[in-house]
Nanobody
Framework: QVQVAESGGGLVQAGGSLRLSCTFS????????MGWFRQAPGKEREKVAC????????NYADSVKGRFAISRDNSKNTLLLEMGSLKPVYTAMYYC???????????????????WGQGTQVTVSS
């Protein structure tokens, strides 16, 4: 049984930083690409970042390029998202997820991900 422990959200002022973390168990972590998604109230879930199984390929949504950094530590089964220069529009529930595939590709979608964290709330105040 796959379990995901997600943490790191909170309240931060605009311009501030946060680090989100997910630890996976019950799967072979480095057999899977990993991703971060977010969903704001009343909006569709959107993709944020993806990292391939080895950590040497990453892909970001245009809205977070240059502000967020996704990384992984395969020795600890841990996925990270470093978020900087935060803006109020980034307020959302953030989810980590494991893909069915080892890579992200140039066009990756949430339907490719089958194991999800419970979500952590990020609130950015103006």
């Amino acid at each position: 049984q796959v379990q995901v422990a997600e943490s790191g959200g909170g309240l931060v002022q605009a311009g501030g930083s946060l680090r989100l973390s997910c630890t996976f168990s019950g799967l072979t972590f480095d057999d899977h690409a990993m991703g971060w998604f977010r969903q704001a109230p009343g909006k569709e879930r959107e993709k944020v970042a993806c990292i391939n199984y080895g950590g040497d390929y990453v892909n970001y949504a245009d809205s977070v390029k240059g502000r967020f950094a996704i990384s992984r530590d395969n020795s600890k089964n841990t996925l990270l998202l470093e978020m900087g220069s935060l803006k109020p529009v980034y307020t959302a529930m953030y989810y980590c997820a494991a893909s069915r595939y080892i890579g992200c590709g140039t066009s990756w979608e949430s339907s490719e991900f089958n194991y999800w964290g419970q979500g952590t709330q990020v609130t950015v105040s103006s």
